[in-house]
């Protein structure tokens, strides 16, 4: 998936190069961007729900050492 934003972003560049102007080239960008960084934000709230319930399941495991639980 991170191989897919990353071109995004280069195709979102170019276009930004190509604009007629510095400011239409920086609202280029982050008009081509901005979807991007929403759409990954979205799908990676499973993996950053999991990950928070882990660290919770490994504290109550072990509660003298919470930092040993990461």
Do not use: C
Not at 15 to 44: E, N
Not at 46 to 56: D, H, N, P, T, Y
Request: net charge positive; no cysteine.
């Amino acid at each position: 998936m991170y191989i897919v934003a990353i071109a995004w972003i280069y195709v979102a560049l170019m276009a930004a190069a190509g604009a007629q102007s510095i400011i239409g080239g920086i609202l280029t960008f982050l008009g081509f961007t901005l979807p991007l960084a929403l759409l990954l934000w979205i799908t990676g709230s499973g993996a950053r729900r999991r990950k928070r319930e882990a660290i919770e399941r490994a504290e109550a495991a072990n509660p003298e050492h919470p930092d040993q639980a990461r």
